[in-house]
Structures are given as structure tokens and as C-alpha cells.
């Protein structure tokens, strides 16, 4: 329950960001926010392999009980982590404004998109930091820390959202600027309690940057990271595009996608919570070589998952009226979800095993499978499922484009389902 509510927090800051400007903007606001929103996300989660991929090498190297191990994993992350951060700000001034020209026309969304997505992009060191230390954490099996950090950093976003949307009138800046110290926060939390929560031996190695050990491992690091990276960057591209196409519809469809891809972040987010447990248990038995042990993590793991993943249908489907209720009071907002909203609540349903298997596969270190899994959903079905109905219809409609989505998800848990055999081998193979 940590671990997903401590996903959970994260999601519903960004759902604030929309109520508040929903109740004290504009949908140019909304949907300025939301394209920003997905450019950041889809910017921000390709570096999204540093929590995961630390989960699962702290996971393996504790479950081995390498306690010494686990830190060098930590300091390697820390210095990929300072090195993105140095490259991100030098050249974010030119990639989010040709992104932006890429996916939106000319106007006043686009303009306020780029506003917002330029100070957001000032917090990724802050973000990237927190990342790694989430990473520690859930691999040693501490979801409740976690929880702390994104909770303090959710209440934060919240506060600053009131004060600079809702009593400032700032808008979408003012919703950024928000996100932005939250982040600050968030980050110093995190490393404050890392600290705190190791041993005196742990301290003694993470001070030691000259170790020997510490010069190894960077390749394995790499690798990993990289196919994770991979798998991630064709994802968020995908988010990134049924946000933004919005815009090619009008400020009131792209306003609905905004509010709608909220919502597949709160689901997303709250599947993740398991979908870490899976990941942490899983990365423990790997590391011990225990196939049975593995077995039952999948198992364990599998059936409160589906359980969310109905849930949240449920929620979706029959409180969909209260849902658009608190989060905008624009009627045409109102409407032009409403007509969309299907896809939206079956997502949790058909989507839940996706986000289990990803669990399952990056706790075992198999990050080269979910890459491939996630390039046939991708390149084999969305795209062609794209361009069929864009030339089936005379143009591309805003139905299709959530239809593709929900193929890609169904297809992507189908895939890692018939990959899951050759997990099984490897992590057996690793034992002998």
C-alpha cells in the first residue's frame, strides 16, 4: 500500500494543476498545460531509467547480500545522474521549442505550452536526483520513504498551485513555476533521509570515490539503462503524440486529452505501486538465483493488480460525471471528454498487465526483452493501426488515435506474457 500511494501522489498533483487552472483559466490553459505536461513527461521519463534500474541492481546485488554492492550502484547512478542533468541544461533552450514547433501549430497554446515546459525543464537535476534515491529504497524493499518523499512533494505542488493559480492568477507559468519548487523540495528530502538510512559502513563506502570496485560495472550499467531508456522513449513518444495531436482538433479536444491522460497517469501510477513490489521481490530472488521464489512474487503480485485494474474501470466508468465535475467546470471541456471517455476507463482494465510485466521483466534484469516487447507494440501495432484508419477515414480522428493507444497496451502485456518462459530461463540459468 506504500508503494502505491506513494505513486499515487505523484499523479494527483498533476490532476490539481488541471483542476486549478480548469476552475481559474482557460482551456488555451488546460490544454497549454497538458501539451507541456506530455513534452516534459515524454523528456522526463526517458530519464525515468534511473529509478528502475536501480531498483533492480540494489534489489540483486541485496539479494545476494551485497550490502556494499547496492551503494556502488547508488554512487554510479548519482554521477549519470549530474552528467544528463549537465547536458539536459545546455540544450534544452533548443530541443523543447523544436519539439513544441513539431507538435502543435502556431498560437496561444503553443506559445503558453513552451513557457511552462521551459521552467519545468529547470527541475530535472532536482528530479533526477530523486530518482535514484526512490530507486535505493524500493530495491531494498522501503516503499514508505518513497511515500514520504512524493507525498511532501505532492502537498508542496498543491500549495504553490492555490497560491500561484488560484490566488495569483499566474496560469499555466504559475502552475509551472509551482511544480518547479515542489521539486526542489522533493529532492533535498530524498537525499537528506538516503543519508540518514544508511549504516556507518554504507557511509563509509558511498564517501569513497576512489574504490577501485566503483570503476567497474559502468558498462552492464549502460547497457541496462540504455535498452531501458529505449523502451521508455518509444512509450512516452507515443503519450507525447495522443497529447499534443489534440491541438490539430481544437482547444477543447486538446483540453480533453489533457484531462484524460491525467487520468491514465493516475491509473498508471497506481498499478506502478504493485507493479514496484513486483519489481523489488522479483530483483531479490533473480539476485538470489531462487526460481521457485520468483515464481511466487509474479503470483503474489498478479491477482492485487487486476484487482486495481478493475477498480479504477469501475471508478472511472460510473464517476465520470463527478470526475469532470471537479476537474473543469467549461462545458465544451465537459463535452468533448465525455465523447472519448470509454477508452479512457477501459485503459485500467485491458492495460494492468502491462504495467505487472514490467515489474516482473526489470526486476530481473531483462530490460533488452521489454525493449523488444515494447518496439512490436509500437513500430508492429500502433503506428500501422495509425496510418490504416487515417486512410480509411480521409484524415486522422481523435477516436483512432485512442483506439491505437489502447491496441498498444493490450498488445505490449500479451507480448511479455510469451517472453516470460525465457525470464524464467535466464534466472535459472543465473542460478547454476
Known amino acids: 500500500m506504500p508503494a502505491i500511494a506513494s505513486n499515487v501522489a505523484v499523479p494527483l498533483a498533476g490532476l490539481v494543476d488541471t483542476a486549478a487552472l480548469g476552475h481559474f483559466a482557460t482551456a488555451t490553459d488546460i490544454g ?3 501539451l507541456g505536461a506530455a513534452v516534459v513527461s515524454t523528456l522526463f521519463w526517458i530519464f525515468a531509467f534511473l529509478r ?12 545476494r547480500a551485497d550490502a556494499h554492492g547496492a551503494v556502488r550502484h547508488v554512487q554510479r547512478a548519482f554521477g549519470l545522474a549530474l552528467a544528463l542533468a549537465a547536458v539536459w541544461l545546455l540544450v534544452m533552450w533548443v530541443v523543447v521549442p ?7 501549430p502556431p498560437g496561444a497554446a503553443r506559445d503558453a505550452a513552451l513557457a511552462y515546459t521551459l521552467i519545468r525543464g ?23 520513504i518513497p511515500l ?7 502537498v508542496a505542488n498543491i500549495v504553490f498551485d492555490l497560491v500561484l493559480v488560484g490566488g495569483l492568477g499566474l496560469g499555466a507559468e504559475g502552475a509551472a513555476w509551482g511544480t518547479f519548487a515542489s521539486e526542489l523540495i522533493g529532492a533535498a528530502l530524498a537525499v537528506s533521509l538516503l543519508w540518514r538510512r544508511l549504516s556507518p559502513e554504507q557511509r563509509a563506502t558511498f564517501k569513497d570515490w576512489r574504490d577501485e570496485t566503483l570503476r567497474h560495472g559502468w558498462a552492464a550499467l549502460l547497457r541496462f539503462n540504455g535498452a531501458l531508456m529505449g523502451r521508455t522513449a518509444l512509450l512516452t513518444g507515443v503519450v507525447t503524440f495522443v497529447a499534443s495531436v489534440g491541438s490539430y482538433f481544437g482547444p477543447e479536444v486538446l483540453a480533453a486529452n489533457a484531462i484524460m491522460l491525467q487520468l491514465m497517469n493516475l491509473a498508471s501510477y497506481a498499478l506502478d505501486g504493485y507493479a514496484n513490489a513486483a519489481e523489488a521481490l522479483v530483483a531479490h530472488a533473480a539476485g538470489a538465483g531462487q526460481t521457485p521464489q520468483l515464481h511466487s512474487a509474479v ?13 479504477l474501470t469501475l471508478v472511472y466508468w460510473f464517476g465520470r460525471g463527478l470526475i469532470l465535475t471537479l476537474l473543469t467546470d467549461l462545458a465544451d471541456v465537459r463535452a468533448a471528454a465525455l465523447d472519448y471517455w470509454p477508452w479512457i476507463a477501459l485503459l485500467p482494465l485491458l492495460s494492468w498487465g502491462a504495467y505487472w510485466l514490467d515489474g516482473v521483466f526489470l526486476g530481473a534484469g531483462q530490460a533488452g526483452l521489454m525493449f523488444a516487447a515494447m518496439a512490436v507494440s509500437v513500430v508492429g501495432v500502433f503506428i500501422p493501426v495509425i496510418l490504416v484508419s487515417a486512410w480509411s477515414a480521409g484524415g486522422l480522428t481523435n477516436t483512432a488515435v485512442w483506439t491505437s493507444f489502447l491496441l498498444l497496451n493490450v498488445v505490449r502485456q500479451v507480448t511479455l506474457g510469451a517472453l516470460y518462459p525465457r525470464l524464467t530461463r535466464s534466472v535459472a540459468a543465473g542460478a547454476s
Do not use: D, E
Not at 52 to 63: A, E, Y
Not at 98 to 104: E, F, N, S, T, V
Open 32 to 34: 497549454a498545460v497538458g
Open 52 to 63: 528502475t534500474g536501480t531498483t533492480s541492481l540494489v534489489g540483486r546485488s541485496l539479494g
Open 98 to 104: 523544436g519539439i513544441l514547433q513539431i507538435l502543435a
Open 122 to 144: 529547470l527541475s530535472l537535476p532536482a528530479m533526477l536526483m530523486t530518482l535514484v534515491v526512490s530507486g535505493y529504497f524500493i530495491g531494498a524493499k522501503n516503499t514508505r
Open 148 to 154: 514520504v518523499i512524493a507525498s511532501t512533494q505532492a
Open 299 to 311: 503470483i503474489a503480485t498478479a491477482i492485487p493488480m487486476a484487482v486495481i485494474g478493475v477498480g
